[in-house]
């Protein structure tokens, strides 16, 4: 029996299951929850979908998403839970803190660091995302896909490929992203949903933070900042500036891209992105974090200044030690 198995056989086993996946989510946390649990539902499953943060813009318009609970915990009633997207237990934002000791938590999960926090672990590094992993689980265990699932899923390796644009746009990735088209996802809606439907105050927000773009003396780092202050001006939470790290990623020469979020006066969360063999999961762990070779991100006590300089030090000794 894998680990594929074993998650498949525990799910149908369960008679309720609670989906969750990481704080401070993104398409594919969500997209991978919402589907998993709109799919067991469909099976005759009491679920629940969870998140310990707000989502971010672009994410309204899911199939499913009213039932999202955000914030708040889980209630005790569950007999299973189902943790996607997710590599580190902390990183659930302590939606399991109430569980039953005896409810079996499966982690299915594509990060290469993954605690195997779980009772059932399934990990796979090669999966794009957790919303595909999804998929290969309903498909394994026999369960529906209705276009409602299928929308979820698709919008969750949309957004872990950077919409087919990274390096984990593998055969699979867009097998699983056919399939879902034929079970009745449309490419083009989902598109205007996630990247078409945004308020004017977020671009106000990313004007000033694009000011601010700096880049390293040798044209390899670029960064940008989040501050309380600019997030307080447009009047929206660091949520929103959740996908501004492309704009420095964008740059040519650019090797290593970082986003620095000021979460409070004594907090930052540092977002890193690279390409190629640069390996920021690596750069993120020397911080307490991790992540994905390309896509990684830690959390420091600090001040923004503080916090920035520690890290871009980091990012340059790296870079050249890796020339
Ligand atoms: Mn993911």
Redesign the pocket.
């Known amino acids: 029996v894998n680990d594929l198995e074993s998650v498949v056989a525990a799910l149908q086993a369960a008679p309720t299951v609670a989906v969750l996946a990481h704080v401070a989510p993104e398409g594919?946390?969500i997209g991978?929850t919402l589907g998993a649990c709109l799919a067991l539902r469909e099976a005759g499953k009491q679920t629940g979908a969870y998140n310990a943060d707000p989502l971010p813009p672009g994410l309204g318009a899911l199939p499913g998403v009213e039932h999202l609970v955000v914030g708040g915990s889980i209630p005790p009633t569950y007999g299973c839970y189902l943790v996607l997207?997710t590599s580190d237990l902390e990183r659930t934002g302590g939606l399991l803190d109430g569980r039953a000791a005896d409810a079996p938590v499966l982690n299915v999960d594509?990060?290469a660091g993954n605690t195997r926090f779980g009772t059932v672990n399934w990990i796979d590094p090669e999966a794009s995302?957790?919303g595909e992993m999804v998929y290969r689980a309903l498909r394994h265990g026999g369960f529906p896909i209705t276009p409602p699932v299928a929308t979820n899923l698709y919008a969750?390796i949309l957004t872990?490929t950077g919409s087919f644009r990274y390096a984990n746009t593998t055969p699979r990735a867009l097998q699983a992203a056919a399939d879902l088209v034929a079970c009745g996802a449309r490419p083009e809606e989902i598109a205007r949903g996630l990247y078409r439907n945004r308020d004017p105050r977020e671009w106000r927000l990313l004007s000033e933070v694009l000011a601010g773009l700096t880049l390293s003396p040798d044209g390899r780092l670029a960064w940008i900042q989040i501050t309380r202050a600019a997030l307080g001006r447009a009047g929206l939470g660091l949520e929103a500036a959740e996908d501004f790290i492309r704009y420095p990623r964008s740059l040519a020469g650019v090797q290593i891209a970082l986003a620095f979020k000021e979460v409070s006066e004594n907090e930052v969360r540092v977002s890193l992105r690279s390409d190629g063999d640069l390996d920021v999961a690596r750069l993120a762990g020397q911080f307490g974090g991790g992540g994905h070779r390309n896509a990684a991100g830690c959390t420091l006590a600090g001040g923004l200044s503080a916090v920035r300089a520690g890290m871009l030090a980091a990012a340059a000794a790296y870079l050249a030690g890796s020339r």
Do not use: G, K, Q
């Open positions: 594919d946390a991978a997207d594509h990060h995302s957790a969750a872990d």
